[in-house]
DNA sequence: ACCTGAACACCGTTCAAGT
DNA sequence: ACCTGAACACCGTTCAAGT
């Protein structure tokens, strides 16, 4: 029983590039950008690029779960800061925000939910974090306490994918989150 | 000055038939469908489906535009059918479940508010339609006077697109739509 | 006026050959 | 063990040639 090989340093160094090309070529050209294009700019062959990332899925997913991780971390630095309703409405801002930087991400994004891609650990992870910080809302009894995670999840998600389909919508974003905000919060 | 010649008898017919072969593809394979392939199935060379549909938002757009007119024409008959919250909530059923019959259409059709292609029109009137649905229901008082057709097309829309993404999700439709009733509605 | 289908440049995917 | 790059089948788009 020997331990699992430590990859060779230039894969390592391949696999690392290859993420930093892709996140920008992805930004400029969103998630149908082409791969010969990122392994092209990349410096490596095609076959590197699917040997690192066997489906483009495996790609954006490694781009997302870098995101889910970002955005679960901020959830419990806001909870830190802020009080309840107002750690919940800027966490929520930052998400439906952040997503126009990778366009046409938000639905990969939303679908990751289920299957178990190695990124479900990661969504998990911001799931969670979300869940935490509603149930901190629920606890001082400003959001009702039939909502759960999966309905947070959900509606923010709508949000976050139809503020990046134009900026006559994006213009709306934070009414937008008011809006849903409304609706999940006790009377 | 002479009218405009009305189209060819055959160029009549092969934008019919690439319209219906199109919506079965489209069914089938998502938005993403070959244009080749819709080509292919209906009889035609690549280059008259080209002249029909100069690009493939051209062609998509011709489809929900048919979904547009169906749902305003809904809309109207709902309002004649039930008290104003009700049909209010029945036509974001209806809206909401649609969607999924053409995978990946939802995105294109919130953009489609937009640019002023030849959707606009149906797109116009289909928000018209829910517009005065709204109306309704504020007139009646279930709904707060302060929200606009902008609200509900972007949130109805976000819930059309995110239902679209998984079972998971679609299973949570009705509750969604509840929840963002419950955002706009008067207290 | 309208249609066909071949031609072009591109893409995703695979895989033999190299180091 | 990992990388390269050519090969394959496909795609979207254009356009000369037909009727």
Redesign the interface.
């Known amino acids: 029983m020997t331990e699992p090989r430590a990859p060779r340093a230039d894969a390592r160094r391949n696999r690392a590039i290859l993420l930093d090309v892709a996140a920008e070529v992805v930004a400029e050209q969103g998630a149908q950008a082409s791969l010969r294009d990122i392994a092209r700019r990349a410096g490596v062959g095609m076959g590197t690029l699917y040997r690192h990332f066997a489906t483009r899925e495996e790609l954006l997913g490694a781009l997302l779960g870098a995101r889910f991780d970002r955005l679960a971390a901020r959830a419990d630095a806001l909870a830190a800061e802020l009080p309840p309703l107002e750690a919940l409405t800027a966490w929520l801002d930052e998400f439906t925000a952040g997503t126009t930087v990778y366009r ?1 991400l938000a ?1 990969s994004l ?2 990751s ?2 299957g178990d891609s190695p990124l479900k650990a990661s969504c998990d992870a911001f799931r969670e974090a979300g869940g935490r910080l509603l149930a901190r809302a629920q606890a001082s009894g400003d959001i009702r306490p039939d ?1 759960d995670g ?2 947070l999840f ?2 923010a ?3 976050a ?2 503020v ?6 994006a213009a ?1 974003r934070e ?2 989150i008011e ?6 919060r006790a ?1």
């Not at 809006?179 to 999940?184: K, N, P, V, Y």
């Open positions: 046409g639905p939303m679908a939910a289920d909502v999966g309905d959900a509606l998600g709508g949000v994918t139809v990046d389909q134009s900026p006559v919508l709306r009414r937008l809006l849903i905000l409304g609706g999940l009377r």
